[in-house]
């Protein structure tokens, strides 16, 4: 589902991509793609994704379905609001809530804390990403955070960082906790500590950089808490 979602934003995102340097040769703005094939594309991933949905309890079928609200308005938010990173974070952390749902056909305090944190993370993360196009983004009409913070872009990503980790702890410890997830946490402070301390006037390829190591935050934190559980 994140895969239609990202061909889905690309498809409505085509013409603006087309006036940033670093998106004018993705598949459709360069033509290399077909508005067609796209849409096909699409349809083929958002069944997979249904096949998958049917599997799961109907309390997860009916969050699931939830979440393509937030998904169908996230192409349109940068159009409209300095904010989009926080539609963006809506959308791409509902797997923490899909997780435990379909383990447990129910909600708790543990996951919902979970998603904010992811929510705030992908502010966070989203708003490096965004460094690489704010000039051009400024030109197009593109609005993001990172045209928002500008040159206080250190003190947002590190208050949204901050909120990460202190939600992260939170669903930790409203899970069950345990030593080896909390050095997993201090791990994956440590990492995004280290990202804020670069990210003031990061060239793109530094942004790029930042951005993408963000895999190997989500990968300790991740484990952390497996290795926790596994254990338990």
Known sequence: MRGAGCTYNDILDRKLDAGVARTRNRPLPSGRVTIGAAVVFLVVQALVGLAVLLCFNRFSIGLGVASLSVIAVYPLMKRVT?????????????????????????????PILLYASAFAWT??????YALQDARDDAIVGIRSTARLFSARVKLGVGA??????ALALAAIEAAGGGAIALIGWLAFCAHLAWQTSQVEGAEPPTALKLFRSNRDAGSILFAGIALQGWLS
Request: glycine content about 10%.
């Open 160 to 165: 949204f960082y901050a909120a990460t980790a």
């Open 82 to 110: 300095s904010w989009p990173q926080a539609v963006l974070g809506l959308a791409f952390s509902w797997g923490a809530l899909m997780g435990w749902s379909a383990t447990f056909a129910s909600l708790t305090l543990a």
């Open 123 to 128: 502010i966070g993360y989203d708003t490096i």
